[in-house]
């Protein structure tokens, strides 16, 4: 059995061990929008709610516009927020100290994970390498078009994808060439939570990270804890209509 955080961090407290992480994210809030149409110009509005009530003290703009509010959870727009960055909140800074110079993962032809991915390495000076399933579009559109602007994208057909943890490892290979390191996320998450220095071995060689794909493994949960204690909360049922009828509370 894996050691849990508390005692990986040396015994420390979870809330006290993530009161002292390095972040990637200024705030782990997700941005709440407004549209608005307005009366003395007929036209659409689009604002920031959370810094229109700011910095207006409260006033949400005219008076008397149609306006409505608009939660997106898994926008990239304008590149990275919401929870695929939560994701890697916590994940991007552990993998820096320890050195991380590549990080491979791996979604489907508009994977906002591998957007989220592509965008943030890129940020932090992390080569990012994405596998995308299926073919190459004819126009790149959406998340396939960011995967491609920030990230090294290598298409795999879907037999191929279907074996995701060797697709992976194959693919971390190459890139590690025969110096390199090829290490999982998963393995070194707990060890990362200790880490204390910059474990860069200097020699110029490669240190590839794999990091599955968005819902395959833990390493949101140190984001998702963070999220969980600067927020409000209210419990609330909500019900998925797919095809398993699950439900989350």
Known sequence: MRPTPAL??????????LSATEWMLPSPATQVHTISVLPSRRDFAFS??????????????????????????DLLHPLAN?????????????????GVTDIVTC???????????????????????ILLRGEQLDVPTGYNLI???????????????????????????????????????????????GVDE??????GSRRVMIVKEGAGSV???LGKERFFLASFHLSFMITHDVCTANKTK
Request: hydrophobic fraction near 40%.
């Open 82 to 98: 919401g929870n695929k960055a939560r994701k890697l909140d916590a994940l991007l800074p552990i993998l820096r100290r320890c």
């Open 219 to 221: 390493q949101a949960l």
């Open 147 to 193: 995967s491609l602007m920030f990230g090294n994208v290598t298409y795999v057909s879907r037999s191929l994808y279907a074996q995701r943890d060797e697709m992976l490892y194959e693919h971390a290979i190459k890139v590690a060439g025969y110096s390199g390191t090829v290490m999982w996320a998963d393995e070194v998450i707990g060890k990362g939570l």
């Open 8 to 17: 990986v961090a040396g015994g420390r407290m979870v809330t006290s061990f």
């Open 48 to 73: 920031n709610l959370t810094m229109l009530l700011r910095n207006s003290g409260g006033n949400e703009g005219e008076s008397g516009s149609t306006k409505f509010h608009v939660v997106r959870d």
């Open 107 to 129: 979604g489907g032809c508009q994977s906002a994970h591998a957007a989220a991915i592509a965008v943030h390495c890129a940020e932090w000076g992390i080569r990012p390498h």
């Open 198 to 203: 910059d474990t860069t071995d200097g020699n």
